[in-house]
C-alpha cells in the first residue's frame, strides 16, 4: 500500500511546509514589509486584507485542479513558481525601494500560488491515504506546517531584524531574507522531484474552463443558502471571528509602532522572538489540543477564549511590558487562546460545508472563513488610527460578549441543529 511506504511521514512533513513558508510570508509577514516600507498601518493592513483575496476565491480554482489530475507534477511545477516569485521579490525590494505597488504585486502572487499549492496539496494527500491514515498523519503534519511558520515569522523576522543591524539598509536586508527563503523551499521542491509518487490522472468528466468553474461554485453556493438557517451560521462565525479579525494585523501594529504612536516600539529580533516565535508555538499547542476534545460537546470551551486574547494586549495598553520575558509570556497566553479557540470554527464549516475541508491545516486558509475575517482585517488599521490602541483594544474586547451572547440566543438553531 502506498500509505506504508517508508517515506511518507517525511513527504508530508515537506510538503506541508514548503506550503507554509511562503503562505506565512504573505499572511504574518507582510504586515513588517509594509510597515518598513513607510506604509501607513491604514495603508497595510488594506494591503494584508486583500492578500487573503486567493483564499476567499480559491475554491473557484478547484474543478481545474482536480480536472488537470496529476496533483504530484502540478505541486513540483508551483513550488518552483513560489521559488522564482520570492526571488522575483527579493529583486523587487532592491530595486523598487520605496514603490509599495510592486511589493503588494509580489505578495499577491506568491498568495495566489500558496493557495493553489494548498489544494493541490490537499488532493494529492487524500489520494495517497486512506481516511483512517490521514487521522494518522493529521498531527505531524500540523507540527510540520506550524514549525514552518515559526522558521518564517519567528527565524526569518529576527535575520532580517540583524541584517537591518548590519546592513542599516532595510531594502538589502529583506532581500536576503527572501533569497533564504526561496533557497530553503528549492530544497524542498528537490526533495519532492524525487519523493513524491504518481497519482491519478486528469479527470475528463471535469474539463472545462472559467465558466464551469464559476457554475459549479455557485452551484455549491446555491446548496448552501438551502441549508436551514444559513445565514444565522454565517453571521454566527462573523461574531466569533470577530476579535481575533480585529487583533490578526493591530498586534504586530502595537509592537512595531514606536512609543510616540501608542506601540510598544519592539524590535525586529522581539517582534520575531515574542510574536513569531514563542506566539506560534502557544498558537500550535492551543490547536493541537483543541483538536483532541469532542468539538461539539465542548463548543463554549472554544467559544469563550476565542474572545479572550484582545484582553492582554488591552493590559498591556495600560502596562507596557518591561522586559521581553514579560512580553513572551503575554503572547504566550493572547495566541494560546487564539489556537484553542480556533477549533470552534469547524463547528460552523462542517455544517455549512460539510466534510469538503477536512484536512485542511489551518482553519484561516477556508474560503468561508477568510470571507468573514477579510473586512474586519483590512479596516483595523484605519480603527487603530482612528481610535488609537488603548481605546481599540477596549472596543475589540467588547465585540466577545456580542458573539457569545447571540449564540446564546440563537442556541436552539445553531448549537442544536
Known sequence: MREGQKNTRLWIGTLFAAEEIPASIVTYVAVLMFLQYDTSPTMATCYCGLLFLPWVLKSFLRRQVRSFGRFRRQLQWIELAIVAA?????????????????????????????????????MYYERMLRPHWQQVYNTPKIIASQSAVVLTYGALIMFVGALQVIYRRIPRSWN???????????????????????????????RGGAIEAVKDEMQVIERIRQKEHWL????????????????????V??????KAEGGLG?????????????????FSIGLLLGKRLPWKQTFWWFAVPLGLSPIVYLVMSFEPPTSLMILSIATF?????FGFGL???????????GER??????????????????????????????????????????????????????KKTILNP
Open 86 to 122: 520570492m526571488m522575483a521579490m527579493a529583486f523587487a525590494f532592491l530595486r523598487y525601494t520605496r514603490q509599495h505597488f510592486w511589493i503588494f504585486m509580489g505578495l499577491f502572487v506568491l498568495s495566489m500560488l500558496s493557495a493553489w499549492h494548498e489544494l493541490a496539496a490537499r
Open 176 to 206: 536576503e531574507g527572501c533569497y533564504l527563503m526561496a533557497g530553503v523551499v528549492l530544497v524542498f521542491a528537490l526533495y519532492h522531484l524525487f519523493a513524491l509518487r504518481r497519482t491519478n490522472v486528469a479527470d475528463p468528466r471535469l
Open 232 to 251: 444565522r451560521y454565517v453571521l454566527g462565525l462573523t461574531l466569533l471571528l470577530l476579535p481575533q479579525s480585529l487583533m490578526f494585523y493591530s498586534r
Open 253 to 258: 501594529l502595537f509592537l512595531y509602532l514606536p
Open 266 to 282: 519592539c524590535t525586529m529580533q522581539e517582534i520575531g522572538f515574542a510574536q513569531g516565535t514563542v506566539g506560534v508555538i502557544a
Open 333 to 337: 497566553q493572547a495566541q494560546f487562546f
Open 343 to 353: 477549533n470552534a470554527v469547524k463547528y460552523f464549516v462542517r455544517y455549512i460545508s
Open 357 to 410: 475541508y477536512r484536512n485542511t491545516i489551518n482553519f484561516l486558509y477556508i474560503p468561508l472563513v477568510a470571507t468573514v475575517m477579510l473586512p474586519a482585517l483590512a479596516l483595523s488599521g484605519w480603527m487603530v488610527t482612528l481610535l488609537g490602541f488603548r481605546l481599540f483594544f477596549l472596543v475589540d474586547v467588547l465585540t466577545a460578549p456580542i458573539a457569545w451572547l447571540y449564540l446564546y440566543l440563537n
